[in-house]
């Protein structure tokens, strides 16, 4: 089983919709996550922190089920500048050994 | 103004030969990584290096060797390359080793392909 697991996608949704990913990970170990986004042929760049009392930033809302082991985010209202690959993010702790999902890459169309 | 940043950008060679991917950050960071990101976009931790003490060393073959002559600079020394080495390699830092909200900033990366 992968450390992280999400759906690949591709997703292709209007501009003005709603879209949630959703990441799993299996070391229950686990101590902080994250949401970075990477476009195409461009290197990851954070997108925000997941908490465990779920926070906004923007259109963008994270959530963390630790009990499921489980994340989330949601994009409201996207923007074709959304269109990127969303990677799920996991820090085993200790010494910042990140594990990175797959990747949900996510189309808005006009 | 780059924070992180490498080169080459593009590195296209033959199996066999031995090449170098330079990494710098002007952020005045203590850790730096190199990874690796294959054809199916896993992008995967190879080494961490803190104030240039080996830190993370990820059963990778021992063809690929980090350097960090100073906390600013990583290097990556990879001999005898193999096709199977063709990948995305990114270089990241990070303000600290420790720290659970670390962010970790990355470099453009560095289009390998061995031939």
């Known amino acids: 089983r992968k450390e992280v697991e999400q759906d690949p996608g591709p997703f292709n949704v209007p501009e003005g919709a709603t879209v949630a990913f959703n990441c799993t990970y299996s070391?229950?170990?686990?101590?902080?996550f994250f949401w970075y986004r990477q476009d195409c042929r461009k290197e990851p760049k954070l997108l925000m922190s997941v908490y465990s009392s779920g926070n906004e930033d923007g259109r963008f809302t994270a959530q963390l089920n630790r009990a499921s082991q489980y994340i989330s985010l949601l994009i409201r209202d996207s923007k074709l500048s959304d269109s990127a690959t969303y990677l799920c993010?996991?820090?085993?702790?200790?010494?910042?050994?990140?594990?990175f999902g797959q990747g949900t890459r996510l189309t808005i169309n006009p | 103004d780059t924070a992180v940043s490498q080169t080459p950008k593009y590195l296209v060679t033959q199996m066999g030969n031995d090449k170098s991917i330079k990494c710098e950050q002007n952020l005045g960071h203590d850790t730096m990584y190199w990874y690796k990101q294959d054809s199916k976009k896993f992008l995967k931790i190879m080494f961490s290096?803190?104030?240039?003490?080996?830190?993370i060393n990820e059963t990778v073959p021992n063809r690929f060797s980090p350097k960090s002559p100073d906390k600013a600079h990583l290097n990556l020394h990879i001999n005898s390359l193999e096709l199977g080495d063709s990948a995305v390699y990114f270089c990241?830092?990070?303000?600290?080793?420790?720290?659970?909200?670390?962010?970790?900033?990355f470099g453009p990366g560095t289009r390998l392909l061995v031939l």
């Open positions: 290096y803190n104030n240039k003490e080996l830190i």
């Open positions: 070391n229950s170990a686990s101590q902080s």
């Open positions: 990241a830092s990070s303000r600290l080793l420790t720290g659970l909200q670390e962010t970790q900033y």
């Open positions: 993010v996991v820090n085993l702790g200790g010494a910042q050994k990140l594990v």
